[in-house]
């Protein structure tokens, strides 16, 4: 080991600089929110990007696949086998939209809608757990800013 390296010991971690920046700390407040998600989404077998599709469909019942890319930013081709997946599972169904013959509208099944009720309650409660620290208006104000980067 060279001489200059072995006089520093490090004690105390300087990280001011990564977390002056946006992107670690949304990063680390993600990771410290998914891990849980995770585990709490299982037990609905859904993935983050399953519970986004569904939950869309639950509060925008007719909505197109299209309309679904554009909102998640999702490639089509994903999206087919994902539909295709909820679909088996008998949570999805494909219905003709009403005022454009060329597109179809997604809709939740009776199975489906019992399940996004579940879902969405634990969702909610996975979100109050783990920003706890905050209060109801920091938690908006929160959202507020980070919507601010991506819409």
Same mark, same amino acid.
Not at 97 to 119: C, F, S
């Given at each position: 080991? !060279?001489?200059?390296?072995?006089? #520093?010991?490090?004690? =105390?971690?300087?990280?001011?600089?990564?977390?002056?920046?946006?992107?670690?700390?949304?990063?680390? &407040? &993600?990771?410290?929110?998914? $891990?849980?998600?995770?585990?709490?989404?299982?037990?609905? =077998?859904?993935? !983050?990007?399953?519970?986004?599709?569904?939950?869309?469909?639950? #509060?925008? !019942?007719? %909505?197109?696949? *299209?309309?679904?890319?554009?909102?998640?930013?999702?490639?089509?081709?994903?999206?087919?086998?994902?539909?295709?997946?909820?679909?088996?599972?008998?949570?999805?169904?494909? *219905? !003709?939209?009403?005022?454009?013959? *060329? &597109? %179809?509208?997604?809709?939740?099944?009776?199975?489906?809608?019992? /399940?996004?009720? $579940?879902?969405? *309650?634990?969702?909610?409660?996975?979100?109050?757990? &783990?920003?706890?620290?905050?209060?109801?208006?920091?938690?908006?104000?929160?959202?507020? /800013?980070?919507?601010? %980067?991506?819409?």
């Amino acid at each position: 080991m !060279p001489a200059d390296e072995s006089a #520093h010991h490090v004690t =105390k971690i300087d990280a001011s600089y990564l977390e002056s920046l946006v992107g670690y700390n949304a990063r680390r &407040a &993600a990771l410290a929110i998914i $891990d849980r998600f995770l585990e709490q989404m299982a037990v609905y =077998k859904l993935r !983050p990007v399953d519970f986004s599709v569904l939950s869309l469909i639950t #509060h925008n !019942p007719g %909505i197109t696949s *299209r309309q679904l890319c554009s909102t998640l930013a999702i490639q089509p081709p994903n999206l087919v086998g994902m539909i295709q997946a909820l679909e088996k599972r008998e949570l999805v169904q494909r *219905r !003709p939209h009403p005022h454009d013959g *060329r &597109a %179809i509208g997604l809709h939740l099944t009776a199975a489906g809608a019992k /399940l996004m009720q $579940d879902a969405e *309650r634990t969702a909610s409660e996975v979100e109050l757990a &783990a920003t706890h620290r905050l209060s109801s208006t920091e938690r908006k104000t929160l959202m507020r /800013l980070l919507q601010k %980067i991506y819409i």
